[in-house]
């Protein structure tokens, strides 16, 4: 006897709701995501949930690669733990989601492929300016949660700068399936970001003060290496 297909996670509705919001895409996009089957809880809905996504829309691409199998792939794209998907094109713009993307995680989802598609951003004249002062690579942590209302915007930015910068990659992390992380970064409240390892700015701050805490604190580190 076949074993029944596991239910949709995503509703009509939802479906009907993303397919007018994935219409709006230019140019194709890829997820590139990584998965494992064993001792990884969020594995399998996450995939599931991105096949159904992938679905709705002949722009949009879905590749799936087994971390423990596929390793070359995965230093490919500096992936060190799973679920993680990459939102890119033909370019990998530095864009990471660790995790299951539910809740308001979705909408961040949604809204970088949007992003990616136009290869553009909301991001004010002034952002994008900033941005090219920037000398030193800059890796943001995002720490979320599905029911953070907050979060999104946080994630979201992150995610605008890294499609702004070359030197600039961003990870939104699902901090209820990486509680090593949430211990080694201090997590203690969602949005928590964390900057190059050694800055951690709290909440969701507006474009502007987000920005110049980024580059304050790579400033800093630029500092510090040039010391040393």
């Known amino acids: 006897m076949k074993e029944e297909k596991s239910m949709a996670l995503l509703s009509a509705k939802d479906r009907k709701q993303i397919q007018v919001r994935l219409a709006e895409m230019e140019q194709p996009v890829r997820l590139v995501h990584f998965t494992q089957e064993l001792n990884c809880d969020s594995c399998e809905p996450t995939q599931r949930l991105l096949e159904e996504v992938a679905a709705l829309s002949d722009k949009l691409t879905l590749e799936v690669y087994n971390f423990v199998l596929e390793r070359e792939e995965a230093a490919r794209f500096g992936i060190d733990k799973v679920p993680a998907t990459v939102v890119a094109n033909e370019k990998d713009h530095g864009i990471r989601l660790y995790g299951l993307p539910a809740g308001y995680e979705f909408a961040v989802l949604l809204e970088d492929i949007l992003d990616v598609s136009r290869g553009r951003t909301g991001l004010a004249v002034e952002t994008r300016e900033r941005l090219q002062t920037l000398a030193r690579p800059v890796h943001l942590q995002v720490f979320v949660t599905p029911t953070c209302p907050y979060c999104p915007a946080a994630a979201r930015l992150a995610h605008q700068l890294a499609l702004e910068s070359d030197l600039v ?60």
């Open 169 to 228: 990659t961003a990870d939104m992390i699902e901090a209820t399936e990486y509680t090593d992380l949430v211990m080694r970064y201090g997590v203690q409240g969602v949005p928590k970001t964390i900057v190059n390892e050694t800055h951690a700015i709290e909440g969701a701050l507006p474009e502007p003060y987000f920005v110049e805490q980024i580059l304050q604190a790579a400033n800093v580190a630029e500092a510090a290496s040039a010391r040393n």
